[in-house]
């Protein structure tokens, strides 16, 4: 297959590789992914319920840049990250506003006793639903905005003979269910299938690099032939688009 404008293909390709991720940012895509916005405000949700809450975990910090611009913060606020190249990033941002970060392992068991904050928050981070309602207090409350199984399958049907993807069946429905089972009461679900358009294929292979789980074992080589294809769509109509998908769920622990 004959690629369309080779050079800008390659350069678009060695600068993705090239760029540095860090944490959780994706400044680096801004103008180049754009997408849109859930229609809640997970951001504001979470404040909502500062005012009733003196301890806060926040489950999977990554660089701790969420968490760092939901201030002024409970008193007593933790943060959790398994990864551990955001670690550091993660201490250096949030130490300074009294937020103690735990490195943890990748596992469901988390190192809190029973009852241990008031508010657990959790941002696009796996999570144990027994875990959760055990290190909440009586009446403590669970916000969690994720990422559904079928986040932008759009690339791996153009880049995939068969879809490797791990998490076709993640969902509202499975994680309302979890959180039931573990005698949860949900409040608030919601979930939203979002417009997300790739501008230049550097986006697409900036965030296959960022998102490694979305395509099993991906490389600019071994899947050169499908990046061509999807460079020249892209160059032909000048983006090409995807379909994010989101759902919150905000539930509580019964009280006493």
Avoid: C
């Amino acid at each position: 297959m004959s690629t369309l404008h080779p050079e800008r293909f390659n350069h678009l390709v060695a600068q993705a590789l090239e760029a540095g991720f860090e944490g959780w940012d994706f400044g680096w895509l801004e103008g180049r992914l754009i997408q849109e916005e859930p229609p809640w405000q997970y951001s504001e949700i979470v404040r909502s319920h500062f005012a009733s809450t003196h301890s806060l975990l926040d489950l999977g910090t990554g660089g701790g840049e969420l968490l760092a611009n939901l201030g002024p913060l409970p008193p007593d606020t933790h943060a959790t990250e398994s990864y551990p190249p955001n670690q550091a990033p993660a201490r250096q941002r949030l130490a300074p506003l009294g937020v103690t970060v735990h490195a943890i392992e990748d596992k469901p068991d988390l190192p809190f006793a029973d009852g241990r904050f008031d508010l657990v928050i959790n941002r696009h981070e796996s999570y144990a639903p027994e875990e959760i309602h055990r290190i909440l207090s009586p009446g403590g409350v669970f916000i969690t905005q994720q990422v559904s199984g079928l986040d932008n399958l759009e690339l791996n049907q153009m880049l995939e003979d068969q879809i490797s993807y791990p998490f076709l069946e993640w969902g509202l429905g499975v994680a309302l269910t979890g959180l039931y089972e573990a005698g949860f009461r949900v409040s608030r679900a919601e979930k939203a299938a979002l417009r997300a358009s790739f501008q230049d294929i550097g986006a697409v292979v900036y965030y296959l690099k960022a998102i490694p789980w979305q395509i099993e074992a991906f490389d600019p080589q071994t899947h050169h032939d499908k990046l061509v294809r999807l460079h020249n769509l892209i160059e032909r109509q000048g983006k090409f688009i995807a379909t994010a998908h989101r759902f919150l769920i905000v539930a509580q622990k019964e009280g006493d």
